[in-house]
């Protein structure tokens, strides 16, 4: 494993290359907020959030969603194909929260969406993600018209699967956020789908995921929600065989 390459460093996660288009994804302990104005280090975090993005992706996966999934590698790691990422991010919504409400202040707080919204945001930690038009993403070029449509499909089926599979598990899923990326010329979805990227209530309303950091709860507390989502979910089933991927 000498010549294991970094390919990236955000901050939740780091990238590796392993070669042959495989690459090891790691979760950090770290969590942050407000575009890292608000950070904290969660031991254990790291962990949880790879066996929680591990599941739901084998979830997606057996629902014949394409993904960059592999299988989980224990510990912090998540194996998955590398892939070109597309700088978007993909919101789905199905009850009004968060950015949501400031830009339209007549909604309020988790009333529930005639139907869900899909909504793009360009990738930029510079530009502060801003929310985008379909149009404004085809005309830089970041995508054509068909890729939008295949972007949009994708996100609504994969909504209708998680929706089911969290209500089965007595949640309520608010929205979520996924990356899509390229791998070789097929559309997946690439990144992680953990509570860091998702808002999920139980019946009392309580959350599961990242709004209770940016409410001001502590690292543990978060973590303490985290296993709960985690135990919800279950434990990755597709755990990697080798040590190594090229052998
Ligand atoms: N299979 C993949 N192939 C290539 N890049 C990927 C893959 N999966 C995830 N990525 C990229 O790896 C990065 C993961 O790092 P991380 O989420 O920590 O950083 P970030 O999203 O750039 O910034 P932030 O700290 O705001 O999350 C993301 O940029 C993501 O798009
Ligand atoms: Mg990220």
Not at 57 to 66: A, K, Q, R, S, W
Not at 166 to 179: H, T
Not at 206 to 227: I, V
Request: net charge neutral; aromatic share 8%; charged share 30%.
């Amino acid at each position: 494993m000498g010549n294991v390459v970094i390919v990236y460093e955000g901050k939740a996660k780091k990238l590796f290359d392993l070669g042959n288009g495989v690459a090891r994804l790691v979760f950090k302990d770290e969590v942050t907020a407000f575009n890292g104005a608000r950070r904290e280090v969660v031991p254990g975090k790291g962990v949880l959030s790879a066996k929680i993005s591990s599941r739901l992706f084998e979830v997606l996966d057996d629902n014949g969603i394409p993904t960059h999934y592999m299988c989980y590698e224990g510990g912090a790691s998540v194996r998955v194909r590398l892939a070109k990422a597309i700088p978007l991010e993909v919101i789905v919504r199905n009850y009004a929260y968060g950015s949501m409400l400031k830009r339209m202040p007549l909604l309020k707080k988790l009333m529930k969406l005639s139907k869900p919204i899909v909504e793009l945001h360009f990738k930029s930690d510079e530009a502060g993600d801003p929310l985008i038009l379909p149009e404004d993403a085809v005309e830089a070029k970041i995508i054509d018209w068909s890729v939008w449509d295949e972007i949009k499909s994708l996100a609504l089926k994969i909504n209708s699967i998680l929706t089911s599979f969290f209500e089965r598990r007595g949640l309520k899923l608010i929205d979520f956020k996924i990356e899509v990326g390229w791998v070789d010329d097929r559309l997946v979805v690439i990144d992680e789908i953990s509570g860091d990227t998702i808002r999920v209530i139980d019946e009392k309303g309580e959350h599961l995921d990242k709004e209770l950091f940016r409410k001001g709860a502590s690292g543990k507390q978060l973590l303490e929600a985290y296993k709960r989502l985690q135990m919800i979910v279950g434990e990755p089933e597709r755990v990697c065989s080798n040590a190594d991927p090229q052998s």
